[in-house]
């Protein structure tokens, strides 16, 4: 069952906090029912007429093997390459141009991180979901930052990761409960609370106008059309916002402007 509290949305824990899928809420999409829908690459769809494509990273056969079993389960869901090592990964990203790429961290030859940033510069619009047994600052962090568009833990329950690849593929961050804590923490100890009024502040109306209509899930072409600007100009106000929050990504930003109040749960100012 999902509880709804404005844009942030998380599953009901059914045993531990461990099973739970934390997810910052993005897109205005998540005031619907998370259904089963097919990636575009880059953008999300409404059709569910063609399968998720997926390719799995990870060094061992047997996890490999067991994850594609439960996630084959779902019909809408297709496994079309499985690598071993981060090399093979990029490598079947670009021959297969998948939908999405489940990835372990630690693995042979080139590790998860490093593969996330090849795959990622190749393909901008390829999602990226980390599954890993590590929650260590050392990966979470820098893999975030090069762009992986969602990191669970392997204690994660099967319901929860194709739950967690369908929201992904809806235009979402999708965060394990503990790794979303690490974020939030991270962000409130960059700038004390009591700075907040001051750095809200310190952001133009029109930055902070961008920064709502991204809380709304917008991609920048779409905040360009709402606010009649060039697409152009709503990158540079995003690097504005993200030096004056110390922040590295849009995630990062909203979920700051969230913890600081700055934008109710609504998306209201």
């Not at 697409?231 to 909203?254: C, M, P, W």
């Amino acid at each position: 069952m999902i509880q709804r509290i404005g844009r942030v949305a998380c599953e009901s824990p059914r045993s531990s906090a461990s099973s739970v899928v934390y997810n910052i809420r993005v897109l205005a999409q998540l005031r619907r029912a998370i259904a089963p829908k097919s990636c575009d690459r880059g953008t999300a769809v409404e059709s569910n007429t063609q399968p998720i494509r997926m390719v799995l990273a990870d060094d061992h056969d047997i996890v490999r093997e067991g994850t594609r079993r439960l996630l084959e389960r779902d019909e809408t869901l297709v496994v079309v390459g499985e690598a071993g090592d981060g090399e093979e990964a990029v490598k079947l990203v670009d021959e297969l141009t998948p939908d999405i790429v489940v990835m372990d961290v630690r693995m042979p030859r080139l590790g998860g991180l490093d593969a996330t940033r090849r795959i990622k510069s190749r393909h901008p619009h390829m999602r990226v979901l980390i599954l890993s047994a590590h929650e260590d600052d050392e990966y979470v962090f820098p893999l975030l930052q090069a762009g992986a568009n969602g990191y669970l833990l392997k204690t994660t329950n099967g319901r929860d990761l194709i739950r967690a690849i369908h929201t992904i593929c809806q235009g979402e961050t999708v965060l394990d409960p503990h790794i979303a804590s690490k974020v939030v923490g991270q962000l409130t100890s960059k700038q004390p609370r009591y700075r907040s009024a001051e750095m809200a502040e310190s952001l133009t109306e029109r930055e902070m106008q961008v920064l709502r209509a991204v809380a709304t899930g917008m991609s920048n072409k779409e905040v360009a059309e709402a606010l009649f600007i060039s697409t152009y100009t709503v990158q540079v106000h995003l690097r504005n916002i993200f030096g004056k929050l110390g922040v590295d990504s849009r995630t990062e930003a909203v979920a700051y402007a969230l913890s600081q109040g700055w934008i109710r749960p609504e998306g209201g100012p």
